[in-house]
């Protein structure tokens, strides 16, 4: 039936490596909506992200609590905080979570 195939599909998903996903693709697919490399949307620009200061780059307005917040973005900061955004920084407008390890890797 089509049930045991999504589980199928999720499951394949789930246990495939970073190396075989396309970074690429799944920012376009998940991110997207709310952030782009060029320009401030919804969410931030991701243009120099890593190295940055969370909360502080000029011209968007943060939530108060990721604009009180005190650290870098690092692949670590950001590995954490795609897991669970809102444990991260409690209060921040970032909901969305990305569950799949490989995903976050790509």
């Not at 060029?38 to 307005?61: Q, V, Y």
């Not at 973005?73 to 409690?90: C, E, F, G, I, K």
């Amino acid at each position: 039936p089509a049930s045991a195939l999504v589980v199928a599909v999720a499951l394949a998903a789930a246990a495939t490596p970073a190396a075989a996903l396309d970074g690429a693709a799944l920012y376009a697919q998940r991110c997207s909506r709310c952030h782009a490399l060029d320009r401030n949307g919804t969410g931030p620009s991701h243009a120099g992200l890593i190295g940055r200061a969370a909360g502080k780059l000029p011209g968007f307005a943060y939530s108060p609590a990721l604009a009180a917040a005190d650290f870098m973005w690092s692949a670590p900061a950001l590995d954490r905080w795609l897991t669970n955004p809102q444990a991260m920084v409690p209060g921040t407008r970032m909901y969305v979570r990305v569950a799949n390890p490989a995903e976050r890797e790509a």
